[in-house]
């Protein structure tokens, strides 16, 4: 295995070992960026030179024998709608190109306090709307197991960058399965976490109710590695939940004998891609073999659960989206003749020029949904939609530990496939946003390969059964090879073997990419550029 195929834990232990310093780590996963990142493009931002400042300064604290956090020194990859204060944070939107935040998410905040080596941030769909990465207003991001195939998204640019080396772990955002369904794609775990165990403060919104962060990763002990790290109570979000964060590490016994799991008949129904649907299968077999007493059951509002999403969460991404007016952040239209437009020429204008076709689609559902007159057949239907999904959940949960279903109905599938089929795209998340509107933990992980691309198995618990669905995913991976493969990616990259990676210089931003104007957060005098710019423009 090479560094950059190690888990974060690995790496941790090499490092606290005094076997490698972390700038040595930070080097071996920036050459290898450099060198498969060209076909993958998962990052729109490399941050190479704070990422060696932070590397060092970790290496002298522990050269000084002071004690420090476990992933201390361990890089990782951010989802370009977390805040990063003086870093580009684009949601990948020419609407945010060159924002500038003048603060961190709170999730950044407590992964630099612990030490975390910021690699960069990863491409997405726009504003997290998409199940593909193509809805990225840069480029799309490639699937590491066939550049041919799409990552799965929103955050795919995560998922590709986890599993081809370019980071050892990284954070996501899950809104309708973001994380759970390129971590599928990718072969990879994620964790969308209970709403309200991780802080939302500084993620950029989507949907407010059903947003949450999780950690995207190689293995079932990095995911509870960095759960630990991001939950917990944050002042700074209202809808932050005000309980004790147990250590989710504790929960990795690989015990699972006598726990009870509920198949749901309306998962494995019309659409489940029958490679997929036989992998599952052969998962359930497994769970079974090691203890776990499995029985179908029922969901009844399953059906409904994808209509009920499409009306709520474009319901609130309208609002939320509302303040890119060109007023308050980012970008601003300007006629060509170098005139002025009046106030409402320049709104309409900026946001028919900043957001992609499909963030204005959901404005436009969201809407009409909340607009007077059908308001109520609509939006008010769908809140009620949701309490009798929520309560299917209740009910399920009074009789299983844990429900297990396939994370997405199929593999991987090619770029462009979905592109002009909306509908078809939406049902890529058909299993995983009941989860989202239930406000209930769920991982998804690896569990096999269908014509070579990766199967993700997902096991969704009751609020605050983290620790639950971590020991049970534990357990499924120790007794089973799938997170130990790797992509191949041959072909790909140029660099010589061995060579040093030198920082790069701080050069701002990338040509062919402006400097943020004034109107723009943090975009005056005292804003600090971020370094290397997008690495593919
Ligand atoms: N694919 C879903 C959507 O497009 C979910 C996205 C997400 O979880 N952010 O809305």
Excluded at 240 to 266: C, H, K, M, Q, W
Excluded at 330 to 350: C, F, K, Q, S, V
Excluded at 363 to 388: E, F, H, N, P, W
Excluded at 440 to 458: D, N, R, W, Y
């Amino acid at each position: 295995m090479e560094i950059y195929d190690l888990t974060a834990h690995e790496l941790a232990d090499l490092l606290r070992r005094g076997e490698m310093t972390s700038a040595e780590v930070t080097g071996a996963i920036f050459k290898r960026i450099h060198d498969v990142d060209p076909d993958v493009q998962a990052y729109v931002t490399l941050t190479e030179d704070q990422a060696y400042e932070t590397a060092r300064k970790v290496d002298g604290e522990r050269g000084q024998g002071r004690s420090l956090p476990y992933l201390a020194g361990v890089p990782a990859g951010l989802k370009d709608v977390l805040c990063t204060r003086g870093i580009r944070t684009t949601c990948s939107s020419r609407m945010l190109e060159h924002f500038i935040p003048p603060y961190n998410a709170t999730v950044v905040s407590k992964l630099a306090a612990a030490g975390a080596v910021f690699t960069g941030k990863l491409n997405m769909d726009e504003f997290a709307m998409g199940s593909s990465t193509e809805n990225s207003a840069f480029f799309p991001t490639r699937n590491p197991w066939d550049l041919g195939c799409v990552p799965g998204g929103s955050s795919g640019g995560p998922a590709a960058a986890v599993a081809a080396g370019e980071a050892p772990y990284a954070l996501g955002t899950d809104t309708g399965g973001s994380i759970r369904q390129p971590a599928s794609l990718c072969g990879i775990v994620g964790l969308k976490p209970t709403y309200g165990l991780v802080s939302r403060y500084g993620l950029v919104a989507f949907a407010s109710s059903l947003d949450q962060v999780g950690p995207m990763t190689k293995d079932v002990r990095d995911c509870a590695l960095v759960l630990n790290l991001i939950a917990g109570h944050d002042p700074l979000d209202s809808t932050s939940a005000p309980i004790p964060v147990p250590d989710y590490t504790s929960f990795l016994t690989g015990e699972i004998n006598g726990l009870r799991i509920g198949i749901p008949r309306e998962f494995f129904g019309d659409g489940l891609d029958a490679g997929v649907s036989e992998v599952v299968k052969a998962s359930l077999d497994k769970l079974a073999e090691l203890g776990a007493i499995i029985e179908e059951c029922s969901f009844p509002h399953a059906e409904h659960a994808l209509p009920c999403y499409y009306l709520i969460a474009p319901a609130e991404a309208s609002s939320n989206l509302a303040r890119y007016d060109g007023v308050h952040y980012g970008y601003r239209a300007t006629p060509d003749d170098g005139g002025e437009y009046d106030l409402m020429d320049m709104y309409m204008n900026t946001r028919s020029q900043g957001f992609g076709p499909e963030v204005k689609r959901r404005i436009m559902l969201g809407t009409y949904v909340l607009s007077s007159g059908y308001y109520d057949a609509y939006y008010l239907k769908a809140l009620k939609l949701r309490t009798l999904i929520r309560d299917d959940f209740s009910r399920l949960f009074d009789q299983f530990d844990i429900i297990v279903s396939p994370t997405s109905p199929t593999p991987p599938f090619r770029l462009g496939e979905r592109s002009n089929d909306p509908l078809s795209m939406y049902l890529s998340d058909v299993y995983t946003i009941p989860v989202n509107l239930a406000g209930i933990p769920a991982i998804s992980v690896p569990c096999g390969f269908t014509g070579g691309l990766p199967v993700g198995l997902q096991l969704m618990g009751p609020v605050f059964s983290e620790g639950t669905l971590l020991r049970i995913a534990y357990a499924f991976e120790q007794n089973t090879p799938h997170h130990r493969a790797r992509p191949s990616l041959e072909g790909s990259g140029s660099a010589a073997p061995g060579t040093r990676r030198v920082p790069s210089s701080t050069s701002g931003l990338t040509p062919g990419l402006k400097e943020c104007g004034v109107h723009e957060h943090g975009g005056g005098g005292g804003a600090v550029r971020q370094e290397g710019g997008c690495v593919h423009e």
